[in-house]
């Protein structure tokens, strides 16, 4: 069992940053791929990024309108998730969440992932 909380939201500026946190329970973090979904209002969650467990040798993936704007990681030690978000839209508005499953992939599927948090809000004026 995982309980992920995150933390990081808030209101900024188009052209502003953002770092979002996820902290996990559970001893066996390091097992889990970790992701970053995001849901706008009137739209369907979606895939922002991931990273691998510690067998994938840090493999991260990124979803095309965020390559370059965001990075994600993870701290193994103390089973946490980052994402670090600049040059921030407007479009960029959502609630972002983190979410966890026992893979040796990354799946960019809502569906495939087993747990998540309650979501941050981000919000970025024009």
């Known amino acids: 069992q995982v309980q992920l909380v995150e933390s990081g939201g808030g209101l900024v500026q188009a052209g502003g940053s953002l770092r979002l946190s996820c902290a996990a329970s559970?001893?066996?973090?390091?097992?889990?791929?970790m992701a970053w979904f995001r849901q706008a209002p009137g739209k369907e969650r979606e895939f922002v990024s991931g990273?691998?467990?510690?067998?994938?040798?840090?493999?991260?993936t990124y979803v095309a309108s965020g390559k370059g704007r965001s990075t994600i990681s993870r701290d193994n030690a103390k089973n946490m998730v980052y994402l670090q978000m600049n040059s921030l839209k407007p479009e960029d508005t959502a609630v972002y969440y983190c979410?966890?499953?026992?893979?040796?992939?990354?799946?960019?599927?809502?569906?495939?992932?087993?747990?998540w948090g309650q979501g941050t809000q981000v919000t970025v004026s024009s």
């Open positions: 990273v691998g467990n510690e067998w994938s040798g840090g493999r991260t």
């Open positions: 979410a966890a499953v026992t893979s040796s992939w990354i799946p960019d599927q809502e569906r495939m992932y087993d747990y």
């Open positions: 559970g001893r066996t973090f390091s097992n889990y791929a």
